[in-house]
Structure formats: C-alpha cells, structure tokens
C-alpha cells in the first residue's frame, strides 16, 4: 500500500490557483466556458475550485527533467505555476538526492545540526510536496500517496502523487549527489554522463518507500528516462540547459553560485545532456513526434537583470517559503523541508527575479504564402514542422507535416525567396557525445526544390565556432532578407557577441564576428525601405545596435543610449523609413517602446503607458490605420495586445490560452492581424484579433 504524508484535514478536491501573486490578470474577451472562471484567472484569493476530475483535461501533458530538488521551482517557474494552474497533466522527475553535506540548517539557529544526509534528502522530498501542495491547493499540509515503482531493469524509484489528483506526480530516480564521502574525489551526475563504466547508486532517504539502494550506470539512466518518456508521452519537456553559457569570472564578475568557467552549476547542464540523449532513443522508436521542449538557464539568471514583475516574483518566493518549511511543523520523520531556504532567503540568490529560455525566440514562424494562406513553421519533435490554412483567411489548420532535421533545437526561422520557395535555417544537436570533441552543435538549412513542392535535405551551415566546447554555446539562427535577395543570418556566439554570414548570388561567405558587445541571447534583426539591415540586441545596460551604413555594406555597431533591458529586443521596419524598437524594462518588466528616424539618428521614447504584464519577448505587427500592434505574454500565459502609435491612448486586451515560446502576430496587408502560437498540448493555435 502507499504511504501516506499529510497532517491537515481532509484534502480539498480541487487544484485552486492559490493567492501567490502567480495569479493572472483578469481576462476580457475570454471564449471560455461560462459555468466557471478559467483557473488562474480570477483576482486572488475568489478563484473557482476546480474538481480533481479536471486533472489533464487541458489536453497537454508536461514532463519536467531537473537535477536538484528546488531546481523547478527556482528556474522553471512561473510556467510551473501556470501548467498547475490550467490542470496540465504534470509530471516533474528529479534526477539527484540532493543529500549534500546532510546538515539542515534553520535560519537563526545557534545550534549547528548534525550530518544526516538521509533525513536531509528525505527533508527536501517533504518540501516539495509543501510547495507543490501550496500551488495546487491553496495551503502546505495536503495529503500526498508515496510509492516504489520499479523501472524495466529492476531499480526501484520514488513516485509521489497528490491524493485524489493523478495529474499530479514526483518522480525522484535518487541518485546520490556524491557518491565518494570521506575518501577519494567526489563524483557526480557530470562524472556519470562523461564515463560509460561508472557506476554509481541510488540513495536512501528517510521515510521514502523505497528501502535499499540500486547501482546506477550512463546506460541505466538514460534508460530510465526513455522508460518514463514512454510511459506519460509528453506533449511538452521542460528541462535545464544542456550548453549555458561560458563565464569569465574576475573582480568585475566574481564566481558566485556558478562552476569555474561556466554560468551555471555542472549538474544542470549534465540533467539537461541525458535528457536530449533520452528524447533523441524515444525519437528513434517511433514512439515520439509531436512534444515540444523548452529549457531553461539556471544561475545565468544572477548575472543579467531581473526580468519578472513583482508580483510574480513574490508568487515564486512564497512557493520557495513553502519549500523551506519549518522544522516540527509537519510531522514527517525526515524534517519538513530546506530550512536554508525559506523566510525570503531566496531572495539574495539572484535566480528568484528571473526566468530565462535558453531559445527565447522559439515559437511558430508565420506568414502568408504565395497563394495567401498562412504558413507555419516550428520545431516538433526534434524536426521541423510546418501547418498550413485549408483556405486563405480560413483560420483552420492542416496537421502539422514534418520535414525532418532530426535533432534540431527549439527555435527556426523561415524565408520566402523570390520565386516564392520557403527556405527553413535551424540550430542542430550535430552530436551528442560524453567528451567535449564530440559534442557538436551546428546551423543547418532546409529549403523547398520548387514552388510548392518538396523539401530537400538538411545541409549544415557549420558554426561560427571552431572549438566545439565554444560551439555549443552559440544560439539559435536569426535571419532577414533584403530585397536584393541577400540574405543575412545571425547567431549569437560563445562570447556573448555576434557573428553574421550572408548568402548572395554568389553563395554563402564566411562566417564574420561582428564584436563589439556582450548581449543576451535572442537577437532581432530588420532591413529598412533603404535595404539597409539592422541588428539589436539586449545587453545589460542598454540595447545593442549593429547597422549597415549603406545595402550590402559592413555593420557598425551604432550607440544608442537606450534603458536597459530586461529581455531580447524586437524591431519592426515601417514603410515611414522608421524603426520600431520594443522590449521590457530591467526590474520592472514595463514594455518600452522607442522609434528611430528614417536615416538614423536618436532614439525617441514613445509614450505607450501600458502596466507591466508577464515577461518574455514582446511581438510588433503593423496595425490597421497606421497604428501598431503589440503582443505580450501575461503572468499566467495568455497573451495581452495593445494598439500603439494612434491618437488613442493604448489599452490591454486579452486573448486566453497558453503559448511555449513566443507568440506570433501575422496577416496580410489591410487584414484583421492573427495571433498564432504553441499550445503545451504541442497544437498549433490561432485567432484572429482586433487591430
């Protein structure tokens, strides 16, 4: 029988949203259902109680992969909160113990704890179902079922799921965070994914249902991981980075929470490695073909500025409280919770106010065809994919067509030529191998034969990178094309800089680094009436701005004295001559919007006045009667537009539904715009919208 872990009442039948400051803002124009509100909606504290037979009845189907216990909570929240929130199907599978030196530690305690590292791990099992409670039900002390499940080759595994709520699973593998105490180095889950003959064990932690450790190799675990991807068929995968970024760390950027050389602590990255490794042998069954996958950076995020609005963030620090617990105040033998970490201490990290994709730009890519309908592409699966309208302005969709590109990362972007062929670039996993050498990622390109017609192969592009360690660190492609037909593709590099190449009649040239600068991930790039390209980028003071002087010309990195930024910019090239720049504010996350004269010049503010709404790229699209429109991801996942650059002054509008990624925002000219986006349920969305 299960066990059982629980010290309240009895357990609400609901998964009400809980009043964290997670809650959305207030939805006008929803088509939703009018015998209750959409969850996550209603002002905090009044929201509708959804039964527990609504777990998953939003069709989509999250499998979360992290190391660490607190990981999701600290890097994949708020889109935790949200899929809790729209009764996903939620399933977060945590690969580490996380026993440490087994001391946990009270804030203001005098009395230094003994080394336990059973009781701490088992401590931090107990913190998380408070948290996972706290955002499902409204309070900590819910009642959860504790069980062994045993995987294919015998080893036996930790699943936890709320009471009377199955949409709602922990899954903890255990291995032990060290797995040399006392004598010896340490080794770790990176040890393990580096060398095929190590083996490893389980740990047992107090109060798990699982009772005696089981030896863990490379194989076995990615085994296991492939087993669970079999066994719930995600619709969406949230994992950590598998390539963060490399960091200099000197007095200007001391080391802090991150691995020497790097933005993020190794396990992370090593949780994200053997998740691709498991989703590329659950590709190669058969068994996988429409799932999305969004990653996340982990301690990058306490080195650029903070990017999510205040409520949100004390939404992610009451779930981290929660987390924390208190000692005595549960019942369970182990402890109840990470001491350290609750009564506000995860403020001083630096990862609370942030959450950062590592593909920011990823999300469907969409326009009108030769023939009207509109076209999109996005990544499912690992390939690309691309929908079409049954009709010009029908607004319904043909099933997605895959068109190979096995291995590409979350993020494309496509192009129509001038005889009207769509041309498709990408981001690959050329190579997933234990060592550096063998561990490659590449650009690769894809275009139609003929108008209309099929797909050839996927030819790689290489990467701007010579060294392959430096590769992996180098970001999705960005793209425009003038109207002389050169095209200009841009990725962001191990340096945090910028490198170009560009394809003219005479073919691709080299690839060229444009220097200068330090941005984030996420690059938007325009040409202007005059052919002109430019490129913009979020830094940590300002945004960036690469320009040509002249159509074809080199690019120069212009000064633009703009605010700092909290995300990636986006540009919009008026036919005025003039560009549109828009982009949230550091620590507020307000949406900026700034315009730059036809042939340069100073950037001027323009005064929009729209509160700060969600976090993540904003999307421009021209509007009806010269204004434009502006397209925002709230703080539960729907979208907010406003209409800018009118006399009117600019108000939100809601459009409901979640999206993975950005949204975008399409149409042809003098139509009513679209919204297109991503669904967790790995669907393709539209509406047509005001503006």
């Not at 963060?244 to 993020?264: E, I, T, W």
């Not at 040239?509 to 220097?515: A, F």
């Not at 001027?604 to 429109?629: K, N, Q």
């Not at 000219?669 to 047509?688: F, I, K, M, N, Q």
């Amino acid at each position: 029988m299960p066990e059982h872990i629980g010290t309240g009442g009895p357990l609400r039948p609901t998964r009400r949203a809980v009043a964290l400051g997670l809650a959305a803002l207030t939805v006008a124009g929803c088509g939703d259902r009018a015998e209750r509100p959409r969850p996550g909606t209603a002002p905090a504290g009044k929201r509708g109680k959804v039964s527990a037979a609504a777990d998953g009845s939003s069709g989509a189907r999250v499998l979360q992969v992290v190391a660490h216990p607190d990981d999701d909570l600290y890097f994949l929240n708020p889109d935790l909160q949200q899929s809790i929130d729209a009764n996903d199907q939620l399933v977060t599978v945590y690969l580490i113990s996380g026993e440490a030196d087994g001391r946990n530690k009270a804030p203001g305690s005098t009395t230094a704890p003994k080394a336990d590292r059973a009781a701490y791990a088992g401590a931090r099992r107990q913190g998380l179902r408070q948290a996972y409670s706290l955002m499902a039900t409204g309070r900590t002390d819910a009642r959860w079922e504790l069980k062994a499940d045993k995987l294919p080759d015998g080893t036996l595994i930790e699943t936890d799921t709320l009471a009377g709520h199955p949409g709602l699973q922990l899954v903890f593998l255990g291995l032990l965070q060290h797995s040399s105490h006392g004598g010896g180095r340490s080794r770790g889950l990176v040890d393990l994914w580096a060398d095929p003959a190590m083996v490893t064990s389980t740990h047992v932690t107090t109060g798990s249902p699982v009772r005696d450790p089981h030896r863990v190799t490379r194989a076995s675990l990615t085994d296991a991981l492939v087993h669970l991807l079999e066994q719930y068929r995600p619709t969406l995968v949230r994992t950590m980075d598998p390539d963060p970024d490399m960091q200099v760390h000197d007095k200007k950027h001391r080391l802090h929470h991150d691995a020497h050389g790097y933005s993020d602590h190794p396990d992370h990255t090593a949780a994200a490695l053997f998740t691709h490794a498991a989703l590329a042998r659950y590709r190669s069954r058969g068994a996988g073909r429409s799932y999305l996958v969004t990653a996340y950076r982990g301690y990058y995020n306490e080195r650029w500025p903070d990017n999510l609005p205040r409520q949100v963030v004390r939404g992610k620090a009451d779930v981290l409280n929660a987390y924390g617990g208190n000692p005595g105040s549960c019942g369970f033998a182990a402890g109840c919770g990470d001491y350290d970490v609750g009564r506000d201490r995860s403020f001083g990290t630096g990862w609370l106010q942030r959450t950062s994709p590592r593909h920011p730009a990823a999300g469907p890519r969409t326009r009108p065809a030769p023939d009207g309908r509109l076209t999109a592409f996005a990544v499912l699966g690992g390939q690309a994919a691309m929908w079409q309208e049954t009709g010009r302005g029908s607004g319904t969709w043909t099933a997605p067509r895959l068109l190979g590109g096995d291995g590409l990362l979350p993020g494309l972007t496509a192009e129509l030529t001038e005889d009207g062929r769509w041309q498709l670039f990408a981001e690959r996993i050329a190579a997933l191998g234990r060592t550096r050498p063998d561990n490659r990622r590449e650009i690769v390109t894809a275009g139609q034969t003929r108008k209309g017609g099929p797909f050839g192969a996927w030819s790689s592009l290489g990467n701007p990178e010579t060294d392959p360690d430096h590769g992996r660190r180098v970001g999705g492609p960005v793209t425009v094309r003038t109207a002389d037909g050169t095209t200009c593709l841009f990725v962001r590099t191990w340096a945090k800089g910028v490198a170009v190449r560009r394809h003219t009649d005479a073919g691709w040239d080299g690839w060229t680094d444009l220097g200068g600068a330090e941005v984030q991930e996420g690059l938007s790039a325009v040409a202007d009436r005059e052919g002109r390209v430019h490129l913009f980028g979020s830094a940590h003071d300002t945004v960036h701005h690469w320009a040509q002087q002249r159509p074809g010309g080199d690019f120069t990195l212009v000064p633009t004295g703009l605010p700092a930024p909290a995300d990636p910019p986006t540009a919009l090239a008026r036919p005025d001559g003039t560009i549109l720049l828009a982009f949230r504010e550091a620590g507020s996350a307000r949406p900026l919007v700034h315009t730059l004269p036809a042939g340069g010049g100073t950037w001027r503010p323009e005064r929009v006045g729209l509160d700060a709404r969600g976090y993540g790229m904003l999307t421009l699209h021209p509007a009806r009667g010269g204004g434009v429109l502006l397209a925002a991801r709230n703080n539960n996942g729907s979208t907010s537009l406003a209409t800018i650059g009118t006399r009117k002054a600019p108000r939100w509008s809601t459009v409901a539904g979640r999206a993975v990624g950005n949204v975008c925002l399409t149409g042809a000219a003098g139509a009513r715009p679209v919204l297109v986006r991503l669904g967790p349920d790995a669907t393709l969305h539209s509406e047509t919208v005001a503006g």
